[in-house]
């Protein structure tokens, strides 16, 4: 009960300080380090004249935050909110009118409920007239560029428009980014995997709409069949290996095979869902896919893409990695923020199909020019790159041979998102306007995400989004609605759902047990995961069943359905 009282008198204090806090005036190249408190927002101003930038950056030191932008007429400009506790919100305010800017810096409604974080005004600069000129700024502003960094480019025609490097590939080395740098592509790499499956199909060595088991005739039989095509477009109800490895103390670092997913593959006793009856992305998928490739051409699926993709269209750097460890040359190192400075990520994972693809932008140039040259795309495989997947009841999913597949604003968009160790990668297609942006960074930094849509929007000449905070949750309620889980996890007993869980389809074991009063799983080789209380027997993504006798004796991680029985 301590526990409760001292939170809720954190909350009456929180409550009775909110609205104490003056608006503070920030001067260019002055740091402001502050203490958040969760229903305290922190207001800052600027003067911004008319066509000018201001760069902001606010360090998440020890709270998770997000900032809201206001333009002179205290209307809503931006709702800034990229990543986590750890890492820097970099803040564009672009003024279409003069007079003061109002940034305000709210708690993010994750614990804790209030920390440590600084805010700087980096600059403020006239903006530049041309797209090329505008792009440079926004992406100079968000790199200091002597830690990792970024590469984008942007290609109109067939041609270069914009490119830009920032920060470096390898800090020990002192190797800078640039365009022969080697990227780990991570999931883009699906879309060269899909390439591969429809130029089979078009050489009629395979059918979209054949069994799977007829290639990988290891996989279990789970009474419907389960297409390539359910593969391609992430409708199979195969479990996702990246999401499952997790549980058996596996981390994205660690030495992961494609031997091992497969292995994975056919140790599943059954399905999240039939064949075809719903949308699901999982890695597991396209790995089979590149399985397949290799056991229909009888050669590594790595040898078979550098003869048939990669040499005919001269991408002479980019290839499959397929062992640890190798050394190449311009290779990029992923990194992570650290106490001091970045911390280097390791590259131990050698699957293919769903990630393991490496290229620099020197090559990927050829690869986007490719789709408007048609120079290994037959009429038979264009239409099968361009359609998306469709479900037992005729609806379709918007993904489509290892891309997104659907209407960004007024355009068509085709694309796909990567997230591997400290890579984050982005290409983007338009088919309709001739335009592609490829965006690559080494910094562990999920901001790269949106950093690519806006460098693209510049180049589309886009409607600017239209911020909004309607669905924005209350700090208050967030906090009571904290506090009441506490209250009643408090009336639980949770001894009864301590000990140990095996789960057959991975041959790995979880401890449940408790930390502070949560209930946690255990496992020596990953950090305890906290189970966020609901009701009795429901702990967020974990579920727990009874026997007859009322005895826990099971749980379900709910997203994947893993099934872990009790063994102890």
């Not at 709210?106 to 000129?133: C, D, Q, R």
């Amino acid at each position: 009960m301590g526990k409760i009282i001292r939170f809720q008198l954190l909350l009456s204090c929180l409550v009775c300080c909110a609205a104490l806090r003056a608006q503070v005036k920030l001067v260019p190249g002055k740091t402001v380090a502050a203490t958040l408190s969760a229903l305290q927002p922190e207001v800052y101003t600027i003067h911004l004249r008319k066509n000018e930038m201001a760069s902001i950056s606010l360090f998440q030191k020890q709270v998770s935050l997000y900032a809201v932008v206001r333009g002179p007429n205290d209307s809503l400009r931006q709702v800034v909110d990229d990543n986590g506790t750890g890492h820097k919100e970099v803040v564009n305010i672009i003024a279409d009118t003069s007079g003061d800017y109002k940034i305000s810096v709210h708690w993010n409604f994750v614990k804790p409920v209030s920390g440590e974080y600084t805010i700087t005004l980096n600059k403020i600069e006239k903006m530049k007239a041309n797209k090329p000129g505008k792009a440079h700024q926004l992406f100079d502003s968000w790199y200091e560029g002597n830690g990792p960094g970024a590469a984008v480019m942007v290609i109109k025609d067939n041609r270069i428009v914009f490119e830009d490097y920032k920060g470096y590939a390898n800090l020990d080395a002192m190797q800078k980014i640039g365009p022969d740098a080697m990227f780990d592509l991570a999931s883009v790499s699906k879309q060269f995997t899909a390439f591969a499956i429809a130029m089979l199909a078009d050489r009629k060595l395979i059918a979209i709409e054949d069994d799977i088991r007829k290639y990988i005739p290891e996989l279990p039989d789970y009474g419907k069949t389960i297409t390539i095509a359910h593969l391609v477009h992430h409708t199979s109800g195969i479990r996702d290996f990246v999401s499952c490895f997790q549980f058996m103390g596996l981390t994205p670092e660690d030495v992961v095979t494609q031997e091992m997913v497969l292995r994975f593959a056919i140790n599943q006793k059954h399905l999240k869902f039939a064949p075809g009856e719903r949308y699901s992305y999982s890695n597991t998928n396209y790995s089979l896919l590149a399985s397949l490739v290799a056991r229909v051409t009888k050669q590594s699926f790595a040898s078979w893409m550098k003869e048939n993709v990669f040499d005919p269209l001269q991408m002479n750097a980019t290839f499959f990695k397929e062992k640890a460890g190798g050394l190449y040359n311009n290779k990029v190192v992923s990194y992570k923020p650290a106490a001091e400075g970045f911390e280097q990520r390791l590259q131990n994972n050698t699957v293919v199909g769903s990630q393991g693809c490496n290229s620099n932008m020197n090559d990927l140039l050829k690869w986007l020019n490719s789709f408007n040259t048609k120079q290994l795309i037959t009429p038979g495989m264009e239409q099968m790159l361009a359609s998306k997947g469709v479900l037992n009841d005729g609806k379709q999913v918007p993904y489509g041979f290892g891309n997104n597949i659907a209407k960004y604003k007024s355009f068509d968009k085709i694309d796909h998102l990567g997230l591997f160790t400290g890579f984050r990668t982005s290409i983007a297609r338009f088919p309709g306007e001739g335009l592609a942006v490829v965006y690559l960074s080494n910094d562990d930094n999920d901001a790269s995400y949106g950093r690519a849509t806006k460098i693209g929007d510049l180049f589309l000449d886009a409607r600017p989004n239209i911020p909004s905070l309607a669905r924005t949750p209350n700090a208050e309620a967030v906090l009571q609605e904290m506090e009441s889980n506490t209250r009643r996890s408090a009336d639980i007993p949770l001894d009864e759902y301590m000990g140990t869980y095996f789960s057959p389809e991975l041959g790995s074991s979880l401890q449940i047990g408790t930390r502070n009063g949560n209930l946690v799983i255990i496992h020596p080789r990953m950090d305890d995961i906290q189970l966020p209380f609901v009701k009795k027997d429901d702990f967020g993504f974990v579920k727990f069943s009874r026997d007859t006798a009322g005895k826990i004796n099971r749980f379900v991680i709910e997203g994947e359905m893993m099934d872990f029985v009790r063994v102890d």
